[in-house]
């Protein structure tokens, strides 16, 4: 049995979920279509048929992540976790995944402070003032040998405004006077991820800086604890529509907080690096866990 299996160039400064066939009208990322060999017995899943009779296509879900001077790839589940030392440090990785996503079409939710804002309407003010050498999503076809036709030239290319960023939510609807209830800010971003879905399922990018989110609520350790289970544990379904970047400072968390989010996160960002967790925490024991202490 042959298949179709669709696999995106991961291409700075813009690189997000791969998904849709060459032929998919609208923004998207580069596509590269390879026929492979898939033996008989293997049973893959299908997100839609293929053309071609008897192929199948398999989407892959990545994203490329900002740190520091550096660009890491993330795949599936996209649910990373920065613990940062410095403003600046969460401001610019938060801007560029905002601003990346933007670029490539997707609906960006910022749950951020006016430094994040700012910096995203600055990094698309730059763009317009000297383009890229390519855009991703001006491609009009891509070739199965793998190469590029219709691209446009760079004056034709539609400048990234800022505006199509969803307005920034009320926090303190997350909150029951001043303590964070998690399941409903999980309720919130499931509800997000059921709307792209019925939207067609383009990609969402959710950026949720903890210290905007408390503000001058006290910080609660355990509801920050819950709430990062539980994401893991309901929301692994959505990993194909939904990427969330959680921000924490380092200043507002004890060693021992630390290590328990490192426990649970597949991909976390620890200073100026990327530190990935081959063997996290089975988020529903790690749950099952947390609400045992509370009995």
């Known amino acids: ?147 590029c036709s219709g691209y446009h030239d760079k004056q034709s290319l539609t400048p990234t405004d800022p505006s199509a960023m969803d307005a920034t939510p009320d926090a303190s609807q997350f909150f029951t006077g001043n303590s964070l209830d998690p399941y409903r800010l999980i309720a919130y971003q499931r509800s997000i991820a059921a709307e792209a879905r019925r939207a067609g399922g383009k990609m969402v990018r959710m950026v949720i800086d903890m210290r905007w989110l408390f503000h001058d609520r006290p910080f609660s350790v355990y509801d920050a604890l819950k709430f990062e289970a539980s994401s893991h544990a309901i929301l692994a379904p959505d990993a194909d529509v939904l990427a969330t970047l959680t921000q924490y400072h380092y200043a507002d968390l004890s060693a021992a907080f630390i290590i328990e989010l490192l426990k649970i996160h597949p991909v976390a960002v620890v200073a100026q690096f990327v530190r990935r967790n081959p063997h996290p925490f089975d988020a529903h024991r790690y749950m099952t866990r947390i609400l045992e202490r509370q009995k």
Request: hydrophobic share 40%; proline share 8%; glycine share 8%.
């Open 1 to 147: 049995m042959f298949c179709t299996m669709q696999v995106g160039v991961i291409t700075s400064p813009t690189s997000a979920i791969l998904r849709g066939s060459p032929d998919t009208d609208g923004p998207r990322e580069h596509v590269r279509t390879y026929i492979v060999w898939i033996p008989a017995d293997v049973s893959l899943s299908c997100r839609r048929p293929c053309a071609v009779h008897a192929t199948r296509v398999v989407i892959f879900v990545m994203i490329e992540l900002a740190v520091g001077t550096r660009r890491e790839r993330v795949t599936a589940p996209l649910h990373v976790c920065q613990f940062a030392s410095a403003p600046d440090e969460r401001t610019a990785t938060a801007s560029t995944f905002l601003f990346d996503g933007l670029r490539a079409g997707h609906r960006c939710i910022p749950l951020v402070g006016e430094p994040v804002l700012e910096a995203v309407r600055l990094a698309c003010t730059e763009e317009v003032d000297g383009y890229p050498p390519f855009h991703l999503g001006q491609w009009d076809a891509v070739v199965p040998s793998g190469g």
